[in-house]
Each structure stands twice: as C-alpha cells, then as structure tokens.
C-alpha cells in the first residue's frame, strides 16, 4: 500500500498552521510538508517540515511533488476578499493559477486526493440571503467570489473528466486565536476579541446588523478531516459542499462579549467591506454536508466566545 505523504500549500495562514498541525498529528510530523511564501510560522516551527514554496512556479511545485512522493495536497494559498477587492487581476491570477497548477499536477502524478477550500463568497446578492441553499443562484459579485465559483467549477471537471479526487468545503467566516486572519471580510470577528482585551473597545467595520455566517476554527479544521477521510463513494459534491457553524451580528458578538466584560463597548464605521458582506447570505443550509459525511458544528457563539477569550487572556499573559 502507497504511504500517505501530505504537502499543505500555504501552511502558514490562518487555517493552514492548525490545520498543518492537525494532520501531523494524524500522519505523523515527517508525513506532512509544510511550505508557504512567507517564513516558517513559529508555532509550526520544530513540528515537521517546512519547505519555501510559490505554487505559482509550476515547475517548482511538480518537482517537489516528485521528489517527497507527495499523495495528497491541501491547496490553502490564496488572495482573500478584502484583499482581492484591492488588486482584482491579480487576486484573479494566483487564485486561478494556483489551484490549476495543483489539478494538473494532480493528474499527471496521478495523487490520491486534492483538498481546495471555497467560500461562501461563491454566493452574491441574488442568492437566497437566509438558509442559503447548496444549489440556487450563484452570482458572486467579489472577485475572490468569481474565483471561487472558477475554481469549483475546474474542481467539479477535474473529477468527472479525469478521476481526481477532489473536495471542498464553502468555508464561512472563521475564528481563532492562534494565527491571524488574512484579508477577509469577516475578520471583524477575530479583532474584536483582541481589542476586548487590549483596549476594552472596538470600531467595528460592519454595522451592527450585519449577520454573516461564521465558524470556530476547531469546527472548521475538525470538518475538513471528516470530509478527506471519508469513504470517496459518499461525497456526492466536488465542487465545494455548504458547511454551517453559526450566525451573528457584530451587536450580537459584543453581547456575547459583554457576559464576560461587560465594559465593552462597540462602535460603528462601516468601510467597502460592508458593500462585500451585503452581498454574502446571512446563514447557510448544510444539509448535504450532514447527510453525505455526517456534519454537525459543535461551537455556538456563546461557547466560543468563552473559549476565544480564555485562550487570548492565556496568549497575552
Ligand atoms: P491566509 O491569507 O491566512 O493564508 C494564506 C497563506 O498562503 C499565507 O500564509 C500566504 O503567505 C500563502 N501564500 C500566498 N500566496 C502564496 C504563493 N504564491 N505560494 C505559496 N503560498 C502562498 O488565508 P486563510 O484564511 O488561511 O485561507 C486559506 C484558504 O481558505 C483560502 O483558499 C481561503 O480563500 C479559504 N477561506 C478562508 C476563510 C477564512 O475565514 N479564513 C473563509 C473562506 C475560505
């Protein structure tokens, strides 16, 4: 039997160093490549290897793949969506360029499973806003969203034409502590836990009714396992599946922040990213996702926001 070896591309974002860590521990530190652009994140520093990768050098990436006897890729590279907004034909280019560099790569070596995230920023302001189903209109107005629905779509034709067994999962917004958010229009939700701390206020960049779909990252990186180990015959969507955590609003956020500094205050000062989050659905139906692979979030607001902010306190001294 072929061993498993893992590269995870962009291991040094906010997903990749945990999810990086998580795999480690499944496979084992030597199993699982860590590479990125950016120098080796320190909390993955000593875990395993680390190597400096820019997927967009195809070549680079083909030898690398050949060399390690890569079987599996986690592809977490990207522009996100506050980011992309700034430089749209850029954000077009490594999003595409990289994920194709991956497929094809995929099919050439003939690798056993391909992970790619998607968004739910595949879905724009004519979608369903409210239990946003997994197949409806799908418009996506961001350029981050248009690359994400590109990118499914390639992901959906890799499989049917060439066999490659490729997920995906429509992240929501996600939340943690331990790295840092990239870019995105839903990284209100991480800085203002800081904030809470450090300052004991915080201007938010959306307004206060601004629901959006949102997950605790152990929910996100626990998801993300259950769908790559899963029997391949159950995983009846390889563009990306629906995935729901939680909903809220950055007033409902503050409240559940207040429980446990009831000091805090919030205040308003929407930017371009409220025109971003006014065209993204306020919850998500996953329905597929816990029919197919057994989905079920265990983190609600009021449980992460406990946790979030015992981690922080710890993180801060
Ligand atoms: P991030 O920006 O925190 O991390 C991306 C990493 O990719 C960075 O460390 C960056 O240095 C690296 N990278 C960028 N260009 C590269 C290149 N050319 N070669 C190699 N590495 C490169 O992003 P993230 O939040 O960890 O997101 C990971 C994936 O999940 C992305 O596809 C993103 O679109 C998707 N996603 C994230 C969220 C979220 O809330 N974080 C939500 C939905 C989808």
Redesign the pocket.
């Known amino acids: 039997m072929k061993k498993d070896k893992i590269l995870v591309?962009?291991a040094?974002?906010?997903?990749?160093v945990e999810l990086t860590l998580a795999l480690r521990k499944m496979y084992g530190d030597a199993n699982v490549i860590a590479?990125?652009?950016?120098e080796e994140h320190d909390l993955l520093k000593g875990s395993g290897p680390y190597v400096s990768?820019?997927?967009?050098n195809k070549e680079m990436l083909h030898v690398l793949v050949i060399r390690h006897n890569i079987t599996q890729i986690y592809l977490?590279?990207?522009i996100?969506s506050a980011t992309g907004e700034k430089n749209p034909l850029l954000a077009w280019h490594?999003n595409m360029a990289?994920l194709l560099n991956v497929l094809d790569i995929a099919k050439e070596e003939g690798l056993d499973k391909i992970y790619w995230?998607s968004?739910i920023a595949v879905f724009g302001p004519n979608s369903p806003k409210a239990d946003t189903p997994q197949h409806t209109i799908i418009e996506p107005t961001t350029i981050y969203g248009i690359s994400k629905f590109a990118g499914e779509r390639w992901c959906e034709y890799y499989n049917t034409r060439y066999g490659i067994d490729v997920r995906s999962l429509r992240?929501?917004?996600?939340i943690s502590y331990k790295s840092a958010?990239?870019?995105?229009t839903?990284d209100y939700a991480v800085e203002i836990y800081h904030e809470a701390l450090e300052e004991g206020s915080y201007k938010c960049f959306l307004s206060e009714d601004t629901y959006l779909p949102m997950m605790y990252m152990p929910d996100a990186i626990r998801a993300t396992i259950e769908l790559m180990e899963a029997d391949s015959a159950k995983i009846s969507v390889r563009s990306g599946y629906n995935l729901s955590g939680m909903s809220f609003s950055p007033k409902e956020i503050a409240g559940a922040i207040r429980e446990h500094i009831p000091t805090f205050s919030i205040s308003y000062e929407p930017d371009y990213r409220q025109q971003i989050a006014d065209g993204w659905p306020q919850s998500i139906d996953d329905e597929l996702a816990s029919a197919d692979w057994g989905w079920k979030p265990e983190f609600n607001l009021e449980k992460m926001t406990a946790d979030m902010l015992k981690n922080l306190r710890l993180q801060k001294g």
Request: glycine share 22%; proline share 9%; hydrophobic share 40%.
């Open positions: 591309i962009g040094c974002g906010q997903i990749g590479s990125d652009l950016r990768l820019d997927v967009m977490l590279a990207a996100l490594i990289s995230p968004s992240y929501p917004g996600l958010p990239g870019g995105g839903t």
